[in-house]
């Protein structure tokens, strides 16, 4: 495999090795490290370094050596986190999960997913919610925590449920509604608009349908918090990207340093992104870092 590839061409593996700092020197960097005397070496690439599941061992303490190095750090925030709401309105359903389409707003700032979502006994999670909790968390920690989140639970739209929700005999709102939804959901989402599950079809008002209607196309669901880096799938923040050469990943402010992963300033939607990501510019970066003499990029302005 890779390590026994990297071992036969002289690598050299450090394994429970805590690295506290790392300097430019006259003719390199100089890595501090917990326990030991400080390594020289030709280039440094910081490959992690970010804060995102902390039991892991994240500290951000890449993010804090490269701000003391002066790149800039863009605020970081806990990216692709589960969404809380607590008391929540629907933790009845805790286990219950459909595909949706979800769409977070806070002013300037939005998103919108469709994809698996799921409730959880503390508020809601799933790859559509993951997608969008960005501007969730950023709602929290940079604004007045104003953020709208609106579902469409099914794949039909309003004039789909006007069709679904025709009358049809002895028909009932539950009946129609458990044809596209988990059957707890369905009854929940009639209670919701307030309409009882058991009348039938013929029984609706104008009104009572279009209620109903609303809430299955344009459901909005309470929030109050997010699970934060405990559970996010990465980082967002970090590093800003114009400090970086976008072809080898060297630093702009310091020759021999190559930076790659999660401690640069990006992210992308759940669903293997985050690892090409990580595997695309580490790999850029470790190239680099190898060439001899290695190239330099153009310096910020």
């Known amino acids: 495999g890779l390590l026994a590839l990297a071992a036969r061409r002289g690598a050299r593996f450090m394994p429970g090795t805590t690295v506290t700092g790392f300097s430019p020197t006259a003719g390199g960097w100089k890595v501090e490290r917990e326990g030991g005397p400080p390594l020289t070496v030709d280039a440094v690439v910081v490959a992690t370094g970010g804060l995102s599941v902390p039991n892991t061992g994240s500290d951000g303490r890449g993010l804090e050596v490269l701000a003391g190095l002066g790149h800039t750090v863009n605020p970081t925030y806990p990216a692709l986190t589960p969404v809380v709401a607590e008391p929540s309105r629907f933790g009845s359903l805790a286990g219950v999960s459909l595909p949706v389409t979800i769409a977070a707003r806070d002013g300037a700032r939005s998103a919108s997913a469709t994809g698996g979502f799921l409730f959880t006994h503390h508020g809601y999670s799933g790859p559509s919610v993951l997608d969008v909790s960005h501007v969730v968390v950023r709602s929290r920690t940079e604004a007045d925590a104003g953020a709208r989140l609106v579902i469409r639970w099914t794949e039909l ?44 079809l013929a029984q609706l008002r104008r009104e009572e349908r279009l209620r109903l209607i609303g809430v299955l196309v344009r459901g909005e669901l309470p929030w109050t918090g997010d699970e934060g880096y405990r559970k996010a799938e990465v980082t967002g923040g970090g590093v800003s990207l114009a400090e970086v050469d976008p072809r080898t990943l060297a630093s702009r402010r310091h020759p021999g340093l190559l930076l790659c992963g999660e401690v640069l300033d990006a992210f992308g939607p759940i669903g293997g992104y985050i690892f090409l990501w990580a595997w695309a510019t580490g790999r850029a970066a470790g190239i680099a870092a190898a060439r001899r003499p290695p190239e330099r990029p153009q310096p910020l302005k």
């Open 157 to 200: 739209d309003e004039k789909g449920w006007e069709a679904a929700l025709t009358p049809d005999g002895p028909r009932t709102v539950a009946g129609a509604l458990r044809r596209a939804l988990p059957e707890r959901l369905a009854d929940a989402l009639a209670e919701l608009a307030g309409v009882a599950p058991s009348r039938t």
